[in-house]
């Protein structure tokens, strides 16, 4: 496998990296760490004050003083990571820009960003990198936001019984059984909203939440199967972001969500691709978006 993983040095690096090595540690892998140095805005001096040249040279200066450093920090992550299998690319540009561009040329089998918060359950801020990358790439994004995720506690598999929500669940089989981690799938039940005589509609309903219930127990003994301990979860409510928004942020044990989420593109995206950002905002934990291409 491959991963992607830009840094930015931040206070979010060290549980970024280290979430990073106990998966890498698990699988066969190379780890691309990506450093991205925004360019330097200069602004002219004012012309009664004779400055006309910007001092090219003195630009390029600093960038290659920039470059040095991240390389030098890079070595030592690479280090951390051991024995991990690590290289490093440092480069300049619009970091989103710059790793999108990092993502298509390496394709990578996931993306691992890290997620800055104000607060302790504030949402990413709308527009911050690691948003701009989850919406418009095309891989799997973990994002570590909050805390690290030490594979110890409860991961939440959020179903829907779409075909995305079903390859989702096969991702998540195969990546989780390598962890010592217990698992609730979990999903969110909607009204049957139709102009049926209220009898009828509560027969239907019965039948329907009856089906469920087999599907995710059958689904729940597969995990099982592999020695991965396994709830089953109903939740109810209007919106289903809202509703596990706040069941993992509100559930200490829950220590990552995983969802599923279409690799759409154009306006299939605008329209549609809008659920896995939602929940980016919500989730004050780490969160793992798998993405089934069209």
């Known amino acids: 496998m491959k991963f992607l993983v830009p840094v930015d040095f931040s206070e979010i690096t060290n549980p970024l990296l280290r979430t990073v090595k ?26 009664t004050m004779g400055v006309s040249v910007i001092d090219i040279e003195l630009l390029e200066k600093l960038e290659d003083e920039k470059k040095a450093e991240a390389k030098e920090k890079l070595k030592a992550l690479e280090e951390f990571l051991k024995p991990v299998k690590a290289r490093s690319h440092v480069d300049v540009g619009d970091p989103a820009d710059v790793i999108l561009d990092y993502e298509e040329k390496l394709n990578p089998d996931m993306v691992f960003l890290g997620g800055h ?5 504030e949402k990413l ?37 779409s075909k995305t929500a079903q390859k989702t669940a096969e991702f998540a089989l195969k990546f989780l059984k390598n962890f010592k981690v ?12 139709m102009p049926l005589i209220e009898k009828l509609k509560h027969k239907i309903e019965k039948e329907f939440s009856e089906e469920k219930k087999k599907i995710l127990n059958e689904l729940k003994g597969r995990f099982e199967e592999e020695g991965i301990k396994t709830e089953v979860k109903f939740l109810e409510g209007e919106d289903a972001v809202d509703v596990i928004s706040s069941y993992v942020n509100e559930t200490p044990e829950v220590e990552l969500l995983i969802i599923g989420s279409k690799g759409l593109s154009g306006l299939k995206k605008l329209i549609l691709g809008r659920t896995a950002t939602k929940l980016l905002g919500k989730v004050n934990k780490p969160i793992l978006i798998y993405k089934v291409q069209e």
């Open 22 to 47: 106990r998966v890498g540690e698990k699988v066969d892998c190379e780890v691309h760490l990506l450093h991205v140095i925004p360019p330097v805005l200069y602004l002219p001096y004012p012309e």
């Open 117 to 121: 918060k104000k607060g302790l359950i």
């Open 125 to 161: 801020l709308i527009g911050s990198t690691t948003e701009k990358v989850v919406k418009h790439g095309k891989k799997s994004d973990f994002v570590i936001k909050g805390s690290e995720v030490e594979f110890r506690k409860k991961v939440v598999i959020a179903y829907d019984f």
């Open 182 to 193: 217990s698992v609730e799938i979990v999903h969110v039940h909607e009204s049957i909203e």
